[in-house]
DNA sequence: AATGCTTATATATATAGACATAACCGGCCG
DNA sequence: CGGCCGGTTATGTCTATATATATAAGCATT
């Protein structure tokens, strides 16, 4: 087990280097060779060893300071990555046919509850779309959107019958800042109508609130279908 | 906007490229010059580029292909990155005191459902329990939990009355696998008693699996308390 | 005891050059 | 015309080396 021979690539050190964590040859919170060392030992060099430490960190393996040098972490905290992709997307790629409309659109002044959310004035007015999201005509995904106009004031005018909120915006409004929640909501009549299911139900939904410079941009509650996971491989 | 100076690092040549993605500079689905001709422009050199394309792929931004070029994505899929701590951590890092509770212990054949799952024998003795973790002895989250004594035989003498599986599996048993879903799921009875709330109630619910060289090893249900959301900033 | 300076050291990043590898592309051959 | 086959080229990776920077730790000063 752990062989370095010459020539190790850096995901090689990467291997050998996990090997040794799990095998606790390098017990947690315990502190590994230098890089330098390490470049030694395996043959290599330091910038190749540096980058397998480096991954290794960002994976959330090992923990490194400036002249601290690099520490075993005890609890690996793994990081879960799931891609958020349109719904679109998500919708296409399992082959079946995405179709979208619209719900709802109206202008109307900022309820006290977005207004305190997005950190927007009282009273000011937003775009508030509702739609609908269907996978093979089988309702999937129902969207309520706030959008704030004042940064992007041609939202007023875009058309939102035919293609989402979600696809227009990705293209005009390159957002700098994202906040993105999940959580289990209870169905209420208008959401159970559109999803299909009755009203009480347990809906897994997201929360997206998106800024550009500092400046709020959208809202959107996205209630899944019941049935739905996220669901991510590490 | 985009001054190429000297001496840039990879940094911020990582962030001229963004600006240039976002000013349409480089439209979607357009090709990057070289890293070769970027490399001359920023007057840096090939390994320095290299690294801020690298991070801006796997960061989502860009496509890369050897020979083909790098191309800038048309939908940025960006990615959600939560890291899962133990329990424990997630509680005590809000400041709050954690409690563990051991609810149930048992050893039983495994249940068809399970057996399926987890792709293991019909029949074949699984240590199953239940566990709930406090937060200033407000219920945090319910968790059940299988686990699979084949790769591990230690499991079924330790003692998980004083701190939860969690704990001992990490330290114990590096998995090399993991499957994680996020769901939501309507209270039960017991879920409802043990997060103290009402049965049908929406609940946000996790699931993990994990193997240890292809070895299914275990798989837990954690059960979170209402009002609970997983949030994360990008 | 608290604060500030110095130094040693480990990581962070940059440079330059080389070879490896995948893939587009144009031309040759059947 | 179609398919195979190299040549070309952009990225992938490694080596070797150098400089920058953060910081732990020791020592001196207030």
Aim: glycine residues 4%; neutral net charge; charged residues 25%.
């Amino acid at each position: 087990m752990a062989a370095p021979r010459a020539n190790m690539s850096y995901r090689d050190i990467k291997q050998v280097v996990l090997d040794r964590i799990h095998n606790k040859i390098w017990a947690p919170d315990s502190l590994l060779p230098s890089e330098t060392d390490l470049a030694e030992e395996f043959s290599s060099t330091r910038t190749t060893v540096n980058r397998a430490l480096r991954e290794l960190a960002e994976e959330g393996y090992l923990e490194r300071k400036r002249k601290a040098g690099t520490r075993v972490l005890n609890a690996p905290v793994r990081k879960a990555q799931f891609s958020i992709p349109l719904v679109r997307d998500e919708i296409t790629e399992t082959g079946s046919e995405y179709r979208y409309a619209l719900v709802e659109r109206a202008v109307m002044p900022a309820p006290a509850w977005l207004s305190a959310r997005m950190n927007i004035p009282q009273g000011r007015d937003v775009l508030h779309l509702r739609c609908m999201h269907y996978a093979d005509n089988a309702p999937f995904q129902y969207e309520v959107r706030w959008i704030v106009p004042d940064s992007i004031p041609e939202v007023l005018t875009a058309d939102f019958s035919r293609s989402g909120p979600n696809d227009w915006l990705v293209q005009k409004v390159p957002f700098t800042n994202l906040e993105l929640s999940f959580l289990a909501t209870k169905a209420d009549q208008a959401v159970a109508e559109f999803l299909d299911t009755q009203a009480g139900d347990p809906i897994f939904t997201a929360e997206r609130i998106t800024w550009l410079r500092g400046q709020p941009v959208t809202l959107a509650k996205l209630f899944f279908a019941p049935g739905y996971r996220m669901t991510t491989h590490l």
